[in-house]
């Protein structure tokens, strides 16, 4: 991956920009907009644009959120970090934008399974990755705050799949899912030809839901936090990686397994 730039600031925004390949109408965009509520982040690649990763100002309790702006909003190294403070409800929130490094992710992969990876770079179209950290927690004695996170993709079709081997295996994969509540990844093909997987850590989701099979498609991930107690922080995680027209399936199933098995990433 050729990365033009991890985080660019400006007044009102973030921006991350990542060489995806010729052919592909330009960079891949994402944009952060970090002088409103929880709003999430647009995603332009090709022709396709993607509203991505919002959480929605109902998602947390029934209180009205309007005045939950950014408290402190600042960059390090590949994290843009975003610090929501409690104005009028009692939930508290970090979000971490994290730049995956889609490459050093596959060397390893090869790497681990005696692979060489000798092959032309320059060839090989680029993918962009970013995962999505999202810590909660409440001065309140107990609470319910049903988060949830909205993507909305301009899909053309998409496969869901569930985690495959138990929580104490020590690597585990994905397997097609007919069943999408349960699912915990979502790989769809957008209306413009790119391919984007968007998923949760398994044991950070509830459920998954598809609001409407059109396009642009909302995509809404329920995140496991029902219950959540004063002094405990509720971190959850989500991942979102991307190509283009040259990008097949696979190489998005291979970032998606990585990000499986992966340890807990810091955050402070």
Known sequence: MTLNSVWKTSENSATAVWDIGEGDGGPARLTVA???????GTLQVGTD????????????GDQDEQGDLPQDVYVRGNDLVARYSS???????????????CDAVEESDDESNGESNEQNESDDPS???VELIYSLQTDSLDSNPAPKVTSVLPMKSFKVYAVEGACTDATRSWKISDDLASSQLLVATLVGGAKLAIGAFPSDLARLEVENP???CPVVFHLNSDF???GVIRRTRMFVCCGGLGVD???LM???????????PLTT
């Open 214 to 216: 059109q396009s642009p």
């Open 49 to 60: 644009a993607v509203s991505l990763l919002a959480l929605e100002k109902k998602g947390v």
């Open 249 to 251: 399936e696979a190489r």
């Open 254 to 264: 291979r970032q998606a397994t990585a990000f499986l098995n992966s340890e807990i």
């Open 228 to 230: 959540l107690e004063k």
């Open 87 to 101: 104005q009028g409800h009692p939930f508290e929130r970090e979000v971490y934008w994290r730049v995956i490094d």
């Open 127 to 129: 993918l962009m990755g």
């Open 34 to 40: 970090t002088n409103t509520p929880l709003s999430g």
